[in-house]
């Protein structure tokens, strides 16, 4: 096939120069094209952590097979594009489709394992549009052995390249191993969930917005507000901030203040035992609770308005609301069951994103985009997420499998996540950020 | 005359005769076996709430625990979860929990969260007709039981039963002492408390 693409082959050098663009062109979108969707497939895998581990065994597996430790043979269709082609399709046609045919991998002699590999990872990946990406390499890299060699002589390049065979063979071998290893040393949950160094004591209840972070500082019996650009904010005797760009509503002594943190002046007041509250100007939300239950109330502080949203009795489970992007989200549950419940501001109209009867559903947050909450279960606690329009299913973030450790308050912002890390016995809370 | 190892051999032989005789001596190497293989168990017994509980006193067939808030699926007489070393009650997050379902410490204080406050109650559910179905996706009613002695108290069996023709296990389902078209999915344990 190669010796198609020559001056001779195709009639001129500018001919040449087509075949190769159009080659290249169906290579890199055949190989795209396969990588989304093998990781559309991968999308749809409930646990990536297992899908990783296969990859990671697959990949080891590979590694003996080039290092020549075990026979193993790939599948692998042993065809070549058909020459007819060239001599029955225009020059556009056979060009785009050898590069298409041989840029998709699978209809073709395979050499080594790698394709293979890389096959799996693009489905525990789970995400078609990188997948995709790196795939398309795949198919550059097709393309240049067609396109590189010098004076045209792809079949010399091929075969100089085969006089290495042994020292490719014992390169992938070891790049196959390092891969596994790799694979094998990513966390649980699929994602590399990083501490966030705020100093000494516990940082709990993670707010974000426009890429600003607020949350509660613990210090002994002490506890304030700290909004974090460069130079930190703080407000002093207060606790569990909601920012909203360059507001942030917190809860203190009196009730629910809302302040511009920039210049420190006060934008409204909600005064009474409330906590937990919830800002998207001029929606403010907070959790009530009294003798009789616990209530969400939703208020809006430019006409006055307000109203409750949910409500359970002195035994039931409701939890701090969160406001983005017109919803507001908050967890709900009983003796029997717990749920995730996002409502439209608008017409408040309410759905269950997420239901359990086994599990605890709390904290949860949100973005124009997304849900997330907190899964706990015996021994375990997640950070799961989804998108809100349900394109996609629900993904672990972060898992702990460990008693005594438990994830608590959330946020999102942009492809980011924040949750609380509460480790139990000591007491110590921190935030980890993780990006998805 | 034997040759040198001839004659040691010979005589390693007549002094491991004169200490150990097959019997014996298979069962040092059985108790070595044993010591290595029970090792773990014995670990796992002085943790028994972590023990994993595919078998357990009275379980003399081959079909897993239910789902459970610990290994060892003990449950109180309605089917709900409790701590297998002292039958207390436990939410399905493995918590101990008070009269109203809220987390409990060990001398019955509310537990609080971070912010100092009591932990919210968390759901607390059959083992066999709310978190199989959920779990599994199929249908599940507490069906068949059956007895056994152990800890000199009677301790009841019982098969939590499904339509579904595989088990927990994730192969062949069997009848087992379910009835009206059920097979065994998973096994689950009450204790009587009834002397024995």
């Known amino acids: ?436 | 005359m034997l040759p040198d190892v001839d004659r040691a051999a010979d005589g390693l032989a007549r002094g491991l005769a004169s200490r150990m005789t097959r019997r014996s001596a298979l069962g040092r190497l059985g108790t070595w076996m044993l010591a290595l293989t029970g090792g773990a168990a014995v670990a796992a017994a002085a943790r028994p709430e972590e023990a994993q509980g595919f078998h357990f006193c009275g379980h003399i067939w081959t079909t897993g625990s239910c789902p459970a808030p610990f290994p060892m699926p003990r449950i109180d007489a309605r089917g709900f979860p409790i701590r297998p070393a002292d039958g207390k009650p436990i939410d399905n997050l493995g918590r101990l929990v008070d009269g109203n379902g809220f987390p409990v410490d060990e001398r019955g204080r509310r537990l609080l969260d971070p912010d100092g406050r009591p932990l919210e109650r968390a759901p607390r559910s059959r083992i066999c007709e709310d978190w199989v179905p959920e779990q599994f996706g199929i249908d599940a009613v507490t069906q068949g039981v059956w007895y056994r002695c152990c800890n000199r108290q009677i301790r009841k069996l019982v098969d939590c039963c499904s339509r579904h023709r595989t088990r927990i296990n994730g192969d062949a389902a069997l009848k087992g002492y379910c009835y009206t078209g059920r097979y065994v999915f998973c096994v689950m344990y009450y204790e009587t408390g009834v002397p024995c």
Not at chain 1, 7 to 15: F, K, M, N
Not at chain 1, 145 to 157: C, I, K, N
């Open chain 1, 1 to 436: 096939m190669v010796e198609s693409f020559t001056p001779a082959g195709c009639g001129s050098r500018r001919r040449r120069r087509l075949a190769l663009a159009l080659f290249t062109g169906g290579a890199v979108a055949a190989a795209a094209a396969l990588g989304a969707l093998l990781g559309a497939l991968g999308s749809l895998l409930p646990d990536g952590r297992t899908a990783l581990l296969l990859v990671a065994g697959l990949a080891l597996l590979a590694a003996l097979r080039e290092a020549g430790l075990v026979r193993l043979p790939l599948p692998q269709l042993r065809r070549q594009v058909p020459d007819r082609w060239r001599a029955e399709l225009p020059l556009p046609a056979w060009s785009s489709l050898y590069g298409a045919g041989l840029g998709a991998g699978v209809f073709t002699y395979q050499p080594v394992a790698t394709f293979w590999v890389a096959c799996a990872g693009a489905v525990a990946l789970g995400r078609p549009l990188v997948a995709a990406g790196c795939f398309a390499l795949y198919g550059v890299g097709r393309a240049a052995m067609v396109v590189l060699p010098s004076r045209g002589d792809a079949a010399g390049g091929a075969e100089r390249l085969a006089r290495h065979a042994l020292s490719v063979r014992r390169l992938n071998a070891a790049a196959l191993t390092g891969l596994a290893a790799l694979l094998l040393l990513v966390p649980a949950g699929g994602a590399e969930a990083t501490t966030l160094q705020l100093g000494a004591g516990r940082q709990l209840d993670p707010s974000v917005s426009n890429g600003i972070l607020a949350y509660t500082q613990r210090t002994g019996t002490a506890r304030s507000v700290v909004v974090r650009p460069s130079d930190p904010v703080v407000f002093e005797d207060a606790e569990s901030p909601a920012l909203d760009g360059a507001r942030v509503a917190y809860a203190d002594a009196e009730g629910i203040r809302v302040v511009d943190w920039t210049t420190g002046e006060e934008l409204a007041r909600a005064p009474g035992q409330l906590r937990a509250p919830a800002l998207q100007w001029p929606f403010l939300a907070f959790l009530v609770e009294d003798a009789r239950g616990k209530r969400i109330v939703l208020s809006n502080l430019e006409t006055g308005e307000f109203a409750p949203v949910a409500s359970v009795g002195r035994l039931g489970m409701l939890g701090r609301p969160v406001i983005a992007a017109g919803r507001i989200a908050w967890h709900a549950g009983d003796a029997r069951s717990s749920r995730i419940v996002v409502m439209e501001l608008e017409s408040r109209q309410r759905r269950v994103v997420a239901s359990t009867r086994i599990g605890a559903l709390t904290h949860p947050a949100l973005s124009a985009t997304h849900v997330a909450w907190v899964d706990s279960r015996s021994g375990r606690s997640r950070l799961m997420l989804r998108p809100l329009d349900g394109a996609a299913p629900v993904r672990t973030l972060v898992d702990v499998r460990a008693r005594g450790t438990a994830l608590w308050t959330t946020a999102l912002w942009g492809r980011s996540a924040w949750v609380a890390r509460w480790q139990q016995p000591t007491g110590r809370v921190q935030l980890q950020r993780v990006g998805f």
